[in-house]
């Protein structure tokens, strides 16, 4: 047994029948820095990742809901030859089974639809849901809509766009970019809305004058009850590609 002298900071140990003793060195302020830094850069990294994967997930979720939707809708308008007016009917008619499907996951609240829907879509749907529709619409708005053809849109989910909602006046003008689409065809389609608020009085009479023929011209004092009525309560661009030309 070999006895030597007592190191508090060093380690024994034997290599070929021999103490070894080994200091225990600690790591410096420098170093210890460098190491925190390197972790917070890879969990940096890693809620990155994170947060990309989710939204792409609530994105894969979202189509799906829409595609069911669109199933929906085509099977009502086979089984009643006619549009539903509001979601509701779709459920009650067994054509939806879980309302969950009304709901996009990106939706915080999962009312984002009956919040900013104007007019009458507020009103007539009672069941909570994201996703906005034309088919409450008048029936020169909506046939405007099925004018453009089997791409013709029928809900429409613009949560997974840029923008931040308005927590006192909510609005559909909140969000830009990207717009998940359903459409008459069945397919589910990608579309970018960029709003314009910059509406002439010419473009909304003429889109009146053409959708509604018997309506004619109105009064210059009107102009502009029209252009506010036609653009923020008729988002065209969400369910058509482009204006139906006169």
Not at 134 to 148: F, M, T, Y
Request: charged share 20%; net charge neutral; with cysteine.
């Amino acid at each position: 047994m070999i006895i030597g002298p007592y190191f508090p900071s060093t380690r024994r140990g034997f290599v070929n029948g021999r103490a070894q003793c080994w200091g225990v060195r600690a790591f410096t302020l420098i170093e210890l820095l460098t190491v925190i830094a390197i972790i917070g850069i890879l969990a940096t990294l890693l809620m990155s990742a994170l947060a990309t994967a989710r939204k792409k997930s609530q994105v894969v979720v979202s189509i799906s809901n829409l595609r069911q939707i669109a199933l929906g809708f085509t099977l009502y308008r086979d089984d009643y030859g006619r549009r539903p007016r509001h979601w509701d009917a779709l459920l009650s008619s067994g054509n939806l089974e879980n309302p969950q499907i009304l709901r996009c996951p990106a939706d915080r609240q999962g009312n984002w639809g009956n919040v900013v829907q104007p007019g009458p879509v507020s009103r007539s749907a009672t069941n909570s849901h994201s996703y906005l529709y034309p088919l409450p619409w008048e029936d020169w708005a909506w046939n405007r809509i099925v004018q453009s053809g089997a791409h013709a849109g029928l809900a429409a989910c613009q949560l997974h766009g840029v923008g931040r909602p308005d927590p006192e006046f909510p609005s559909m003008r909140d969000y830009e970019g990207l717009v998940l689409r359903a459409q008459l065809d069945g397919a589910v389609v990608k579309r970018e809305i960029f709003w314009n608020l910059e509406v002439s009085q010419d473009s909304a009479l003429s889109a009146v004058d053409a959708s509604v023929p018997e309506m004619g011209m109105v009064a210059e004092a009107d102009a502009e009850s029209f252009r506010t009525s036609m653009e923020p309560d008729r988002p065209w661009a969400l369910f058509m590609d482009a204006p139906i030309e006169p």
